[in-house]
């Protein structure tokens, strides 16, 4: 008797030919009326790439293969179609053992502007495919909707379209309130490990709570506060904030010790009054029993405190650190799938955690 759950439950099916005889019109996001956030080097390279295809610094080969992923990229338009639907070809396949596929490679929709946006669905196919095709709303009637997809976080796009009824119209979305772009840079937390879907990545669901643009520069495994790094970042134009979150992948406390001041530096010498926030590492589940872990967090975080007080008393009044122990509270390890990497839950509590300070830190661009 077969266990495949998918035979007992059609809710847990996939149905691979859900598109199959039905009449849509396909659109590349790439072209107006749709606007694609998220991807700073868009309008030069014109691929759908996080950094540069070719930075003006040298970039380690990890973060360059990092850089074609998709995480934080967002598609935003208006639409009458009743319908919504969209095709997706992908670098490679789903391949992670502790995040799933809708995760890893699909495209999830919210509904409505910033501040009101629900979440619809998620795409729908075989894990096993580079390529597909999902149907992510049917029969929602022909008022003209605000839509925001979100991207794969760990995997990327080599080309997409977006399907809606032949008969509708599409149309540009209203926008932020300012082009000013919130950037965050950080680990595989940053990155999005291990959402369950792309909208529940920490700085995606902060770009629900703002009327911004949010650019994810999570890095997984590989963001070591490199100074090329910081030159780059400081080549991205009108930045509201700078989010530094890397504390997790700096190879040794020393290496941290270093980069901090520096990476701040480089930043500095573009822009001067850009608030910088400085986030230290949440807690690990090993924590509770390895005192030796727990004292080397302690010990990057004092690190991280010091370097932003004495900044402040340097007569830099826009730089703030946050302590992210904080964020998962009590039960932290239950936050997490692999004692590490956040659930849907804990990149819930880190954004609610944010959200307060960054309200503060915005509040020029959200009058």
Not at 7 to 23: F, G, P
Not at 306 to 315: A, F, I, M, N, Y
Request: glycine content about 6%; aromatic content about 10%; some cysteine.
């Amino acid at each position: 008797m077969s266990n495949d759950v998918s035979k007992l439950d059609s809710a847990l099916s996939v149905d691979v030919n859900n598109n199959n005889n039905e009449a849509w019109r396909w659109y590349s996001p790439l072209k107006e009326p749709f606007r694609v956030t998220g991807l700073p080097w868009l309008k030069q390279d014109g691929v759908y790439r996080r950094l540069p295809l070719k930075p003006a610094y040298p970039i380690r080969s990890e973060v360059d293969r990092l850089a074609n992923f998709t995480a934080g990229v967002q598609i935003h338009f208006q639409t009458d179609s009743p319908k919504l639907s969209v095709r997706v070809v992908l670098a490679d396949k789903a391949n992670m053992y502790q995040m799933p596929a809708t995760g890893q490679c699909g495209v999830d929709c919210y509904i409505r502007s910033h501040g009101e946006q629900k979440f619809v669905n998620v795409t729908c196919y075989e894990p096993a495919l580079s390529e597909y095709e999902a149907i992510l709303f049917e029969s929602f009637g022909d008022q003209m909707k605000e839509i925001t997809l979100n991207l794969p976080l760990y995997m990327g796009v080599k080309e997409m379209w977006i399907g809606i009824d032949p008969s509708a119209s599409v149309a540009v979305s209203p926008g932020f309130v300012s082009d000013k772009r919130v950037l965050i840079y950080g680990t595989s937390i940053t990155h999005g490990a291990c959402a369950s879907r792309p909208g529940m990545a920490y700085p995606n669901i902060l770009s629900r709570m703002f009327p911004l643009e949010f650019v994810n520069l999570g890095f997984s495994g590989n963001a070591q506060g490199e100074p090329e790094l910081a030159q780059i970042i400081s080549e991205i134009p009108d930045p509201a904030l700078l989010v530094l979150d890397y504390e997790g992948n700096t190879p040794s406390t020393e290496r941290l010790r270093e980069t901090l001041p520096e990476f701040i530096r480089i930043f500095r010498s573009r822009y001067s009054e850009v608030p910088i926030l400085v986030i230290s590492q949440i807690r690990l589940a090993k924590e509770a029993f390895d005192v030796h872990m727990s004292r080397v967090r302690e010990e990057r975080k004092q690190i991280q405190q010091e370097t932003v007080e004495r900044l402040r008393q340097s007569g830099d009044h826009n730089i703030h650190f946050f302590n992210g122990e904080e964020m998962l509270g009590l039960e932290y390890g239950e936050c997490t799938v692999d004692g590490i990497h956040p659930s849907d839950l804990g990149y819930k509590r880190i954004s609610d955690a944010l959200k307060p300070l960054l309200e503060k830190l915005l509040l020029p661009y959200l009058k």
